[in-house]
């Protein structure tokens, strides 16, 4: 792939990436997580391991499902 060429794919893939900030789910993951395998794939070995290093993400606990009585404090 020219230089050029990963260039765009990133921009969009970065773009797409974005996305997922505000709209990831468990509906969409599998997306998430080809799109990740992707990127991975035109990196080279220093810029994966920087790649690799990024939390895109972590389980949250919906506070506003629990009942006032089954608060964590």
Known sequence: MTDK???EFLEKAMF???TYSSDLNTN???NFENL???IMNVLNENEKIRFGQIDFH???????DIMNDD???
């Open 28 to 30: 969409n993951l599998e």
């Open 58 to 64: 972590s389980e949250q606990v919906d506070f506003n």
């Open 16 to 18: 797409r990436l974005y």
């Open 71 to 73: 608060l964590p404090f």
């Open 5 to 7: 060429k990963k260039i």
């Open 36 to 38: 990740k395998l992707g």
